[in-house]
């Protein structure tokens, strides 16, 4: 396939400038030049769902895969009696399913739109031409989920040596807009959502917070304050 032209490759894919510099963080899609990215994302296209779209069940092909630009993304198991266990959640910068497509096929969890989100969908088949057509492309690829394993094994670890109260400061940071000072905004996710992000129960997260008030973050509903952003950011070189 020729290359396309920025201005057709957006108008076709939907992706926007910005949007494609985010992309360039991603781990999947990292590593590789402008033009070879460009080209493994031909096919892919920019969607907006609304909280509480089902994006595919367990158990079914596992036919493309996402990147998430914007909102958040539930994964979760459902047993035969209906109790359901959830197994991630997604947040903006993240992709999701890639592994089904290489390894069985078949999409090993079942997934939901918790916050209104705009994805990036990547078909399965535009992709391994791609990949079959430059095997150069392919050894980046590789090359970048290499990364992103090491990054899910830091990702382990934290959960082993970071405490609880420095996981949830961890996480709040990345919702602020400033550096230092004061600051406000809305949590993206319920509380219970939140806690199994961070890998512990909705009660350790209540006692986090609790914590977390002695430097002046306080939770209202749903709305954080934090007084102080750059004690915050203390908290993840603190002991607990």
Known sequence: ???????????RTGIRTADFEHLKKI???????????MSLLADATVRKYPR??????????ADRFFVILDGWV????????GHESVIAVFGPGESFAEAAMFVSGNFPISTEIVADARLLVIPRNGLLKQLRDDPDIALKMLASMSARLRGFVQQVEQLTVKSATQRLASFLEKLVDVDEGADEFELPLDKMLIAGRLGMQPETLSRALAKLKSIGVVTEGHRVIVKDVAALH???????
């Open 1 to 11: 396939m020729a290359l396309l032209d920025r201005d057709t490759f957006e108008r």
């Open 27 to 37: 781990p999947l899609l990292a590593g590789m030049t402008d033009d070879a990215r």
């Open 52 to 61: 509480g779209t089902s994006l595919f069940m367990q158990g079914e092909p």
């Open 74 to 81: 539930k994964g979760f198991r459902q047993a035969p009696d």
């Open 234 to 240: 203390a908290i993840n070189d603190d002991d607990d």
